[in-house]
């Protein structure tokens, strides 16, 4: 099985997890038409509206259902291709399964094809960290908003250029992304947002499961450009935490943990019943706290959470 770097995990899962916050969405999704996968498949929950419009950029461009397909280099113009083509045939099963769930015969699809499609035709978001000149040239791009263009109406593409966006929070989700001077920048942001922005509960969890090994030492890997970014926000978060527990006296530190712990398992959908709450706030050690919180981001239940390596 094909390894992928930290890269590309990190930008699939923040994109899927953020997406969760007002959509269903899900990654790797398998295109059984060819031997492709869809990065992020989001289709947004209308119940969620109020979520999605606190997203920022991410939000926008969630708000129809859509592909998403993170690039750590600037993409080829046959990279894009292979993109649209699985829009394509990711559109034609999803009209396939519409006429299954209407009880028309496959004998129907020959005729279906000249009716108006039932299903919307989900728009393919394109992430590069630089400008992809001939994508942007072959398809007639024009700029819609910052670093966000569209290609010609039909096509339903967007490409958003992650260098051109301003840095400010409504892009901070996507600008961490990328790789280099740009994930840098944008993690020097996502450290300055408040405690208990929605961000950290999406993206603090990755950042340690990503950027650390089972011996809780940052992940060296001189292959991933990530490493050395996520290497160097690991550290001032120790340094930041370091700190917090010296003023431990004035009894601010266990009570930020563990409502950060509880904020972080709320994003993540798990729940907390009532007794396991109380114990996370009446908790006052903090290093077993951030124990609690580094392993939030991986457990599937509180009871994994807590259960101490013998």
């Known amino acids: 099985m094909q390894r992928h770097n930290h890269s590309d995990q990190l930008s699939k899962n923040i994109l899927r997890d953020a997406l969760n916050r007002a959509s269903t969405s899900e990654t790797e999704v398998e ?5 492709q996968k869809i990065d992020v498949y989001a289709v947004p929950d209308p119940a969620r509206a109020a979520e999605r419009g606190q997203m920022g950029l991410l939000g926008w461009l969630s708000d129809e259902p859509s592909l998403f397909e993170p690039f750590s280099i600037t993409p080829s113009l046959a990279r894009v291709r292979r993109c649209l083509r699985k829009q394509l045939t990711w559109h034609h099963e999803l009209e396939r399964r519409a006429r299954v769930a209407a009880g028309k015969a496959e004998e129907d699809a020959d005729a279906a094809d000249d009716a108006p499609s039932v299903v919307p035709f989900p728009w393919l978001v394109i992430i590069s960290p630089g400008r992809p000149e001939t994508v942007l040239e072959a398809y007639g791009c024009k700029e819609v908003r910052r670093g966000v263009y569209e290609a010609v109406a039909g096509l339903h593409m967007r490409v958003v250029v992650l260098a051109e966006l301003r840095g400010e929070r409504e892009t901070l ?3 961490m992304l990328g790789t280099g001077r740009l994930l840098g920048a944008a993690l020097a942001d996502f450290s300055a947002l408040p405690a208990d922005a929605w961000e950290r509960s999406i993206v603090t969890p990755l950042l340690l499961h990503f950027g650390l090994v089972s011996d809780g030492q940052p992940a060296a890997n001189e292959e991933d450009d990530v490493s050395e970014e996520i290497r160097a926000w690991y550290e001032d978060y120790q340094r930041k935490q370091e700190k917090l ?4 006296r004035h009894g601010g530190l266990a009570e930020g943990e563990a409502r950060a712990l509880l904020a972080v398992l709320r994003g993540r959908g798990i ?4 007794p396991a709450r109380e114990r996370i706030l009446a908790e006052k050690d903090p290093a077993r706290l951030e124990r609690w919180l580094e392993r939030a981001g991986t457990s599937a239940t509180v009871a994994e959470l807590f259960d101490e390596p013998s």
């Open 31 to 35: 295109v059984l038409a060819a031997t």
């Open 173 to 175: 989700l996507l600008r």
């Open 245 to 248: 527990r010296a003023d431990e």
């Open 271 to 274: 729940a907390v019943p009532e």
